[in-house]
C-alpha cells in the first residue's frame, strides 16, 4: 500500500505556458516552525490578504513538497491569497525530528495545527493532494473549527481499506517490473527509488507529459523509512463516521483517468460529504494540476474566491 500512495500526491508542471525559469519566478519566504518533536520546515508564497490562508499539504507519504512546486500554478494562486507549504516530519527541510519522535496520524495533524498557530491564522483553507488529502481529513476531523474550505485532490478515502485501486489492473508490465525490482533488491532504499520512478510511469494521461515532468524534477527527497512509518500509521485511521459532519464547503478534485486513486473514491466522499462539490479532469491521471493546470488554477480559485 506504501509504495501505491506515493505520487499519486504530486502536482506538477504547468503545459500550458512557457516554462519559467528560477530566476523569473518568485522566490518565496522560508522558515523554521520548532516544536517539541520536529523542526518544520515551511515556504510562503503570496502575500496576506483578505482572502482566507491556504495551507497545501503534500503527499507521499515520505516525500517532501518539492514535487508541488515544479511550475508556477501556486504562485497564480497566490496573486490572490497567502499560500503556505511545509515539508511533513522527517521529509524536506524538516529531516531534524527528535530521536524517538511518534509517526502517527495523531503527530502529523498535530504538526499541521503547529503550522497554523505559527502563523497566528483563526482560520485556512486547506488543500490535501492523494495522500495530504487523508491528512487534511484527519486534521478537519481534529480541528473543524479552524478550517474554512477544504480541497480533496486525488485523495485517498476517509479508510485506506475502501480504496479503489487499479494500477495492478491496467499496467500489469510495469507491475511485473516493480516486482523483479524487489526480487533482486530487496526491501532497500535502491529498489524503493526505482519503484517509485515505475510508479510516476502508471500516473500520467499523457506520456508527453510524463517525460517532461522527470526531465524537470529531479530528486524529490523520497525517505522510504518514512514512508513506511506514515503508511502503517495511516492504515489505521478510520474518518468515514466524520465525513457527514463537514459543516465547511468541500471541494473534491479527481482525474478521470486516475487509476492510482480512481475516480469512484472521489464520487463516494462526494456523496458522503453535505454540500460537497465535485470537479473531474477529463485529461488527466493521477496529477489533474500537471496535466490540465489552467483548469486547475481556474477551479481552485473560483471555489476558494466563492465564485
Known amino acids: 500500500m506504501q509504495k501505491r ?3 499519486g500526491f504530486l502536482i506538477g508542471v504547468l503545459s500550458f505556458i512557457a516554462p519559467s525559469t528560477a530566476a523569473q519566478r518568485s ?19 503570496g502575500q496576506p490578504t483578505s482572502e482566507t490562508p491556504l495551507v497545501a499539504v503534500n503527499g507521499g507519504p ?7 512546486i515544479q511550475n508556477d500554478v501556486w504562485e497564480r494562486l497566490a496573486q490572490r491569497r497567502q499560500i503556505v507549504f511545509y515539508d511533513q516530519r522527517g521529509t524536506g527541510a524538516s529531516r531534524h525530528v527528535q530521536p524517538g519522535a511518534a509517526q502517527t496520524m495523531d503527530a502529523q495533524v498535530a504538526d499541521l495545527e503547529a503550522v497554523r498557530a505559527h502563523f497566528s491564522f483563526q482560520k485556512v483553507d486547506l488543500v490535501g493532494d492523494s495522500y495530504g ?12 473549527e479552524r478550517v474554512h474550505k477544504l480541497i480533496l485532490s ?34 532497500t532504499d535502491e529498489a524503493a527509488q526505482k519503484q517509485l520512478i515505475n510508479h510516476f510511469r502508471m500516473i500520467f494521461y499523457s506520456e508527453d ?3 517532461t515532468y ?48 480512481a475516480p469512484l473514491n472521489a464520487w463516494r466522499m462526494y456523496k458522503a460529504i453535505p454540500g460537497a462539490k465535485l470537479e473531474i479532469f477529463a485529461k488527466s491521471g493521477h496529477l489533474p494540476s500537471y496535466e490540465e493546470p489552467d483548469k486547475y488554477v481556474q477551479v481552485v480559485d473560483a471555489f476558494l474566491s466563492g465564485k
Not at 160 to 186: C, N, R, S, T, Y
Open 133 to 144: 488529502g487523508f491528512l487534511v481529513m484527519a486534521y478537519a476531523s481534529a480541528h473543524p
Open 27 to 45: 522566490s518565496p519566504v522560508t522558515g523554521i516552525i520548532h516544536t517539541p518533536d520536529v523542526d518544520l520546515g515551511y515556504e510562503v508564497y
Open 154 to 187: 486525488d485523495s485517498p478515502p476517509p479508510a485506506f481499506k475502501d480504496m479503489v485501486h487499479l494500477l495492478p489492473q491496467v499496467f500489469p508490465d510495469i507491475e511485473e517490473e516493480d516486482a523483479a525490482v524487489q526480487k533482486q533488491l530487496g526491501d
Open 62 to 68: 515520505g516525500l517532501s513538497h518539492k514535487y508541488m
Open 209 to 211: 507529459l510524463l517525460h
Open 214 to 261: 522527470l526531465a524537470h524534477v529531479g530528486d524529490i527527497g523520497y525517505v522510504p523509512s518514512v514512508g513506511a512509518a506514515v503508511g502503517e500509521a495511516a492504515e489505521k485511521a478510520d474518518m468515514t463516521a466524520q465525513l457527514p459532519n463537514f459543516s465547511f464547503p468541500v471541494l473534491i478534485i479527481n482525474g478521470r483517468y486516475d487509476m492510482n486513486v
Open 5 to 7: 500512495l506515493i505520487l
